[in-house]
């Protein structure tokens, strides 16, 4: 199981800069992801905050069983988390956010909960080396890039990479 959701928001935040730090020093890949839950008060209107509180949880631990060993996750607040993936470039990073997008559907399907909410993930990617070097910045690029996928729909990827070629066209 990887380090996260246990610790404190900065020491959390601080394990992601640990490991940004390690892939700059061996020369490799690191991917920041920002993923908000879509339309998530609707689901604490809707039924209540124990239900939200348990679909939080369940997403919590879809996240926690893909990223393993080679990252982070971080719940950030709210619906909001943060994930520092090692050895991985801008196309793995699409690939595992739509990873996480399909593990969720199919957690969602498989819940034996008596109210079963069904929810959607907006992602949001900034990869090192291309898209920055230190962790302020990607997570910055990263949080941008999912509010252009909460603008495109909800349950979209976006990657800072996308919208810094379109601001350039």
Known sequence: MSLGLFLGEGLLVAKIDERLAAAKAAGGNFAVFVLDLDKFKSINDSFNHETGDAAL???????????????????????????????????????????VQQALRRALQQSVAKVRPVFTVSIGIA???????????????????MYAAKAAGSDAIRSWRQLDASRAA
């Open 57 to 99: 949880l369940q997403f919590s631990q879809v996240m926690v069983q893909l990223v393993g060993e080679r990252g982070v996750v971080c719940r950030m607040g709210g619906d909001e988390f943060e994930i520092g993936l090692d050895d991985t470039d801008g196309d793995a990073a699409h690939r595992f956010a739509y990873d």
């Open 127 to 145: 990869c090192y080396p291309g898209e920055g070097d230190e962790i302020d910045v990607l997570s910055h690029r990263a949080d941008e890039a």
